[in-house]
């Protein structure tokens, strides 16, 4: 199993950016597919974005795309979510989540640990 960590939410003005950041622990953390998800008050949890194991393929929501960029540096233990041109409306607790290695969608129920989330307010 894989133990998660996000930081770098906070609060930002409407058109800024923020990067977030997810730590994992766990010794196969490279063969994990990773995906960023969102949940805001009152809201179901959204996708946002997944990258599978070997950064062949990534997948956004409609949403975010063009706004949002996930990456994952080799070697590295952790993934981003770059956030760009951000709206009151991404106003949020992020969390991030590992799936299967080649699984990139944006089904909640194929992603088996999570973080525990980081608060994004964006004012407008």
């Known amino acids: 199993q894989v133990q998660l960590v996000e930081s770098g939410g906070g609060l930002v003005q409407a058109g800024g950016s923020l990067r977030l950041s997810c730590e994992a622990s766990g010794r196969t953390f490279s063969i994990y597919a990773m995906g960023w998800f969102r949940q805001a008050p009152g809201k179901e949890r959204e996708f946002l974005a997944a990258?599978?194991?070997?950064?062949?393929?990534?997948n956004y929501a409609d949403s975010v795309k063009g706004r949002f960029t996930i990456s994952r540096p080799n070697f590295k233990n952790t993934v981003y979510l770059q956030m760009n041109s951000l709206k009151s409306e991404d106003t949020a607790v992020y969390y991030c989540?590992?799936?299967?290695?080649?699984?990139?969608?944006?089904?909640?129920?194929?992603?088996?640990?999570w973080g525990q989330g980081t608060q994004v307010t964006v004012s407008s």
């Open positions: 989540a590992a799936a299967r290695p080649y699984y990139s969608g944006s089904s909640p129920n194929e992603y088996y640990s």
């Open positions: 990258i599978n194991w070997n950064v062949g393929n990534s």
